[in-house]
C-alpha cells in the first residue's frame, strides 16, 4: 500500500494536467499492472496497451473494466500485432519490442510474455522490458544499441543475458529494487550480484559508487547479512534502492542526467 501511494503522489506531480497518451502495462503482475485502474479513472488515459495473455488475471479484469468505463480504447500489443498505438512524431520515435512469437513458457509465466518499448529521441534512446527473462531477452529485436536500459526483472539473475546486453550495450540503466529484507526483496533478493557486475562491465565509465547486492549463494528466505554483498559499480547504472524516485532527462544527445 505504501510503495503504491508513493507511486500515484509521484505520478499526480509529475503529471499535474492527468493527460496520459498512453498507459503501458508490460504484463499481468501486480507490481506492473496494480495501480492501472486508478490511473484509468483518474487520468485521461488516451490508449490502454496490455500483451493480451491472461485475461482472467483479477488486476486485469479491474483494468480493462475500467477503461470500458471511461471509454479508453484497449490495444493488443503482441506477436501478431506489433504497431504502436501512438505514432511517432518530428524526433521522437515509438517502437514495440516483441518477440517473432511468444517464448514457450510465456502461458506459465507471465514474465515471458512481457511487451517491451522502445523511445528513441535524437541520439538518445530508451528501452523498457517490464520483467522479461533471458529467453524472451534472447527473442528480442532492440532496434540496435541504446543508451538507457530499464534493467529487466528488478536486476534479477534471470534477465539481463550476456546476448542482450551485447546486443543493447547500454551507456547508462536504471534498476529497480527495494532494501534488503524490505517488502517484496524478503523473497526475491534483488538486485542480484551476477547482473550488477555484468552491468557495470557493460556500460563502463568510473566506479564511484556502491550498491548492496544479494549473491545468490543461498536461497533468498535463507539469506543472511552475509550474503547481501556491497560492491564498487559503474557511475552510470541508478539503483532506486540507493538513489531514491530517479529522474533522468537528455538533450537527445545520447546522455542522461539526474
Not at 128 to 153: I, K, R
Not at 219 to 234: G, I, P, R
Request: negative net charge; glycine residues 8%.
Amino acid at each position: 500500500k505504501e510503495w503504491s501511494e508513493r507511486f500515484l503522489t509521484g505520478l499526480r506531480a509529475d503529471v499535474p494536467d492527468k493527460k496520459v497518451s498512453m498507459l503501458w502495462i508490460t504484463h499481468q503482475h501486480s507490481d506492473h499492472a496494480g495501480n492501472a485502474p486508478i490511473i484509468l479513472r483518474e487520468f485521461k488515459v488516451e490508449n490502454l496497451v496490455d500483451n493480451g495473455t491472461n485475461l482472467d488475471n483479477g488486476i486485469i479484469k479491474k483494468t480493462h473494466a475500467a477503461a470500458e468505463e471511461k471509454h479508453v480504447p484497449i490495444r493488443i500489443v503482441d506477436p501478431d500485432h506489433r504497431g504502436s498505438p501512438v505514432p511517432s512524431s518530428g524526433d521522437v520515435k515509438i517502437t514495440p519490442i516483441v518477440p517473432a512469437h511468444w517464448v514457450a513458457n510465456c502461458e506459465d509465466d507471465p514474465n515471458d510474455c512481457s511487451i517491451g518499448l522502445r523511445v528513441d529521441y535524437c541520439q538518445s534512446s530508451v528501452v523498457f522490458t517490464g520483467d522479461a527473462e533471458e529467453d524472451e531477452e534472447d527473442a528480442f529485436d532492440a532496434g540496435g544499441p541504446v543508451t538507457l536500459l530499464q534493467v529487466g526483472h528488478h536486476g534479477s539473475d534471470t534477465s539481463s543475458g550476456e546476448k542482450w546486453l551485447a546486443q543493447t550495450q547500454p551507456k547508462s540503466a536504471v534498476v529497480s529494487s527495494a532494501d534488503p529484507g524490505e517488502g517484496t526483496n524478503k523473497t526475491y533478493c534483488h538486485p542480484r550480484l551476477s547482473t550488477v557486475e555484468a552491468l557495470s562491465q557493460h556500460v563502463g565509465g568510473q566506479k564511484t559508487k556502491r550498491i548492496t547486492a544479494f549473491d545468490a549463494n543461498v536461497k533468498c528466505k535463507e539469506a543472511t547479512d552475509n550474503n547481501w554483498q556491497t560492491v564498487a559499480v559503474s557511475d552510470h547504472i541508478w539503483f532506486t534502492t540507493r538513489d531514491g524516485d530517479v529522474t533522468l532527462f537528455t538533450n537527445g544527445d545520447g546522455t542522461f542526467h539526474p
